[in-house]
C-alpha cells in the first residue's frame, strides 16, 4: 500500500495566527515529499518540494518565510503557514513519493480557511 | 504559462461508453506523464501512466495513449461507469536538477450519466 495523511483535515483560525499542517506517509518511507495548493477550478500548484533531512526547494513566487516545511523524518513534513491572512485560504495538499518510483501518492488534503 | 493543458474543462458520456479524456503539453523535455482522478475535498488518485518511451499503456478499463510527435495525450475509461464521475488531472514529469517536479494540467470534469 501507499497510504499519506494530512492532519487537519479542516482548520479554521484567525488572521495573524500560524498554522502547521502535517503530512504522513504511513506505510512506507517517503525520502521525498510535496506541497500543493489547489485554488478554485483551478489546478494543483506545487509549492515547494521537501527532502528528509535537507532544506525544502520552494517554487517561484511562493514565500518560504511565509510558508515553513520541515522534513524531519522519513514518514513525516509539515507545512507552517505563519501569520496566516484571508488570502491564503486554500486547499492544501501534499503528495510523497516512494523511493525512486514516479508515482506520487496523495494525502486527502487540508482545508484551511482564515478569518 | 501553462505547460500542460486540459482543453475540455468538462465531458458529459453516457454509462457505458467510452470516455476520452484529452491533454497536451508543451515542454518537450517531458518525459513521464500521469494521470490522477480528484473527488471534491479529497487528494487526487493516481490511475495510470506512461514513460514517453511508450505509445500506450493499458490497466483495466483505463488506457493512456502518447503521441510524442503531437505532444498529446490520452485517457480513454470503457465503458464508462457512474463512479467515474470525478476531475481528472493529466500531469507531466520531467527531470530537473535530480528532482522529478509534476506540473499538472487545470483538470476535466467527467460526468457519467447514468
Known amino acids: 500500500g501507499a497510504v499519506v495523511s494530512q492532519h487537519p483535515s479542516r482548520v479554521i483560525c484567525k488572521s495573524g495566527t500560524s498554522v502547521k499542517i502535517e503530512c504522513r506517509s504511513l506505510?512506507?518511507?517517503?525520502?521525498?515529499m510535496f506541497w500543493y495548493r489547489q485554488f478554485p477550478k483551478k489546478s494543483l500548484m506545487l509549492m515547494a518540494t521537501?527532502?528528509?533531512?535537507?532544506?525544502?526547494?520552494?517554487e517561484q513566487g511562493v514565500e518560504k518565510d511565509k510558508f515553513l516545511i520541515n522534513h524531519a523524518s522519513l514518514t513525516l513534513s509539515t507545512l507552517t503557514v505563519t501569520s496566516a491572512h484571508p488570502e491564503d485560504s486554500s486547499f492544501y495538499i501534499c503528495?510523497?513519493?516512494?523511493?525512486?518510483?514516479?508515482?506520487?501518492?496523495f494525502g486527502p488534503g487540508t482545508r484551511l480557511l482564515v478569518l | 504559462d501553462q505547460q500542460v493543458k486540459q482543453n475540455s474543462p468538462s465531458l458529459s458520456v453516457q454509462e457505458g461508453r467510452i470516455s476520452i479524456l484529452n491533454c497536451d503539453y508543451t515542454?518537450?523535455?517531458?518525459?513521464?506523464f500521469l494521470w490522477y482522478k480528484k473527488y471534491p475535498a479529497e487528494g487526487p488518485t493516481f490511475l495510470i501512466s506512461?514513460?514517453?518511451?511508450?505509445d500506450k499503456n493499458e490497466d483495466g478499463r483505463f488506457t493512456v495513449f502518447l503521441n510524442k510527435s503531437a505532444k498529446h495525450l490520452s485517457l480513454h475509461i470503457v465503458p464508462s461507469q457512474p463512479g467515474d464521475s470525478a476531475v481528472y488531472f493529466c500531469?507531466?514529469?520531467?527531470?530537473?536538477?535530480?528532482?522529478?517536479?509534476?506540473?499538472f494540467g487545470t483538470g476535466t470534469k467527467l460526468q457519467v450519466i447514468p
Open positions: 503528495s510523497a513519493k516512494k523511493g525512486a518510483q514516479e508515482t506520487q501518492y
Open positions: 506505510d512506507f518511507q517517503a525520502t521525498t
Open positions: 521537501s527532502n528528509e533531512g535537507s532544506k525544502a526547494t520552494y
Open positions: 515542454n518537450s523535455m517531458f518525459d513521464y
Open positions: 506512461i514513460s514517453s518511451i511508450k
Open positions: 500531469a507531466a514529469s520531467a527531470s530537473k536538477g535530480g528532482y522529478q517536479k509534476v506540473t
